[in-house]
């Protein structure tokens, strides 16, 4: 790999490791009911990457489960510690969501939008100066 390390990080026990090559495509925070039983806090910080720009040293383990849109979506968390780490959603599997929070350094988050505002606990605050969406966003208009 030639290109620049853009990020690194690491489970909780250190089992796990990652790089990642290359800026984030999409950075979200998730207030799902999904992502705050994973996390087991009010929502996930999430940055999704091209999955050929990212390198995972070490085992996970995973659990898969429906999302709304239908595709299935697979946690992967260390098997050891717990720490969650990183997603894989079927519909786009060249895509990797990665959890932010296990990041060495993470100064470069800067969530573009926060999603599933209708399950945000009022304890739980996100910023209200990107859009907000009570579910997933409208999909993009149709390029012309
Ligand atoms: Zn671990
Ligand atoms: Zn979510």
Known sequence: MAQDVHATGQCLCGAVHFRVAGPPIWMAQCHCR????????GHMSNAIFKLADVEI????ASYASEADSGATLARHFCPTCG???FSVNSARPWLIIMAVGAFDDTRWFKPQMVLYTKSRAAWDHTTDQVPNFEG???PPPPKS
Do not use: F, H, K
């Open 83 to 85: 720490s969650r780490l």
């Open 34 to 41: 999904d992502c705050q039983r994973a996390s087991g806090t």
């Open 57 to 60: 040293v070490g085992e996970t």
């Open 136 to 138: 997933m966003p409208p």
